[in-house]
Every structure is written in C-alpha cells, then in structure tokens.
C-alpha cells in the first residue's frame, strides 16, 4: 500500500524560498505510469492545486504562482519535491503531496511564514 | 482557469439521511472529476475519481454521478462518520481547480 509522507521545516522567513520533500513508501514512485501533486490549504480555506510531475519528469504549474514554484523528482531516493521562492505571509498552509487522481495523500505539513 | 461550484455550500442533516451534494465546472470537463472527504485536521480523502468510480475501501453509500458540467455526490444513508467537509475538484486539465467544499455537520 502506497504512503506518502511530507518533510520540511515549519517556519520560513519572508523572502526566502520553502523547500518541502514527498517521499514514497509502498511502491515505486518511477514506476506505474503517476502523476505526483503538490497541493496546499490555507487554514480554514480551500484546496488549492501548485504543481504536479510525471515519472518522466515532464511537469506542470499554477500559473498563480507566477513561476515561483518548482517540482521535481529523485527516484533514487523514491521522493519528489518542491521549492516556492520568495514566500510571503499568503504562502502560510498545510502543503500536501499525493498521487493523482486516486491518491492517496500525505497527511499534510504546516508552513508558516514569518520573520 | 476551470472554475468549479458547489451547492450547498453547507447542509444539516441526521443519520440514516440522503444526501446530495452537486458540484458544476465552467466548461465541460467529460468525466474527470473527483471528489474528496476531508474530516477536520486530516488530509483530503479520495471516496470517487473519473465521476464514478469508487475507490477501494470506500463504503458503497457514496456514489457519484454526472458528465460535462455537472456531477453529484449521494450519500445513500448518512452515517456518523461521513459528517465532514466534501470537495470536488476537475482533473480535466491544469491549472487543476477544487470546488469550495461543502460542509454536512449533524442536525
């Protein structure tokens, strides 16, 4: 059964770039054919889509992120990642990795950022 | 951006209820659509992808429906559990967008 399972530091300074870490137990994440997402939520609000990548590497953006996000993937290490630039206080939520379409999800780390 | 609606944006009912949830995309998005149960502090939960498949482990109580712009989500037979939060989102094509969510809370 496929897990995923999100890493990163909590708290990011304004300006500086967040840098969050999928990785996958249970299953190849190389193999199998998945798309890969980055999502997060706002506390209290919706779910907004960020990125997502193909096991070939091909990947896609929001473009509300006006370029500031970046996905990629380590197969070697069975984890995908992402980094978003200049992050202000909006950037603050609970970041999300899954598969697409049928999961499953991580269960979530939160962001804050502050000075 | 495909800009997906929800209705009701909350709704109280009592176990043993049906209910029914709808969730409309701007454009036609054929059948990728795909709907989410997130209880309060945990992640998004897949119960339905492509309109109408439901994913394993789900109780058969949740079915879905729908094509091109409109799509519904039926609990047959509310149980304590299902009372959360529910979001479609469009997997037709990106940016992929998520409904507002519909909240079913206890009468």
């Known amino acids: 059964q496929v897990q995923l399972q999100e890493s990163g530091p909590g708290l990011v300074k304004p300006s500086q770039t967040l840098s969050l870490t999928c990785t996958v137990s249970?299953?190849?994440?190389?193999?199998?054919?998945?798309?890969w997402s980055w999502i997060r939520q706002p506390a209290g609000k919706g779910l907004e889509w960020i990125a997502r990548?193909?096991?070939?590497?091909?990947?896609y953006y929001n473009p509300s992120l006006r370029s500031r996000a970046t996905i990629s993937l380590d197969t070697s290490r069975n984890q995908f990642s992402l980094t978003l630039s200049f992050v202000t206080a909006a950037d603050t939520a609970v970041y999300y990795c899954?598969?697409?379409?049928?999961?499953?999800w991580g269960q979530g780390t939160l962001v804050i950022v502050s000075s | 951006d495909i800009e997906m609606t929800q209705s009701p944006s909350s709704l109280s009912a009592s176990v043993g209820d049906r209910v029914t949830i709808t969730c409309r995309a701007s454009q036609s998005i054929s059948n990728y659509l795909i709907w989410y149960q997130q209880k309060s502090g945990e992640a998004p939960k897949v119960l339905i992808y492509a309109t109408s498949s439901l994913q394993s482990g789900v109780p058969p109580r949740f079915s879905g429906s729908g094509s091109g712009t409109d799509f519904t989500l039926t609990i047959s037979t509310l149980q304590p559990e299902d009372f959360a939060t529910y979001y479609c989102q469009q997997s037709y094509g990106t940016p992929f967008t998520f409904g507002p969510g519909t909240k079913v809370d206890i009468k």
């Open positions: 249970g299953g190849s994440i190389s193999s199998g054919g998945y798309y």
């Open positions: 899954a598969r697409d379409a049928m999961g499953p």
């Open positions: 990548i193909y096991t070939s590497g091909t990947t």
